[in-house]
Nanobody, 121 residues
Framework: VQLQASGGGSVQAGDSLRLSCQAS????????VGWFRRAPGKEREFVGA???????YFSDSVRGRFTIARDDPRNTVYLQMNSLKPEDTGVYYC????????????????WGQGTEVTVSS
């Protein structure tokens, strides 16, 4: 199974974007998906996760602005990003949850190529 993020782009502060994370290959619908981002010059950081079909987690920096939804027939998980800020700029990645802390990069695998988001002030 490989997860591929898409939907990035360049937007203005206050705009919205929706990122998609699509799974290819043989999948079941009970896997969890996490979103991470890497800002220029920084480490990859947790953004949000959709675990066990209904539970969502978000970092403090995006909670209330970002939401996650899942489309099982399409094997796709969406990250809806509203009220974007320049500090949301980075490359966004999705990956499959393997257990452990949802806030940790090491709890995820099947990382795909990221999609770049640039937010201008």
């Amino acid at each position: 199974v490989q997860l591929q993020a898409s939907g990035g782009g360049s937007v203005q502060a206050g705009d919205s974007l929706r990122l998609s994370c699509q799974a290819s290959g043989r999948t079941s619908n009970d896997y969890g998906v996490g979103w991470f981002r890497r800002a220029p010059g920084k480490e990859r950081e947790f953004v949000g996760a959709f675990i066990w079909k209904r539970t969502t987690y978000f970092s403090d920096s995006v909670r209330g602005r970002f939401t996650i939804a899942r489309d099982d027939p399409r094997n796709t998980v969406y990250l809806q990003m509203n009220s974007l800020k320049p500090e949301d700029t980075g490359v966004y990645y999705c990956a499959r949850f393997n257990g452990g802390s949802v806030y940790s990069v090491t709890s995820f695998y099947d990382w795909g190529q990221g999609t770049e988001v640039t937010v201008s002030s």
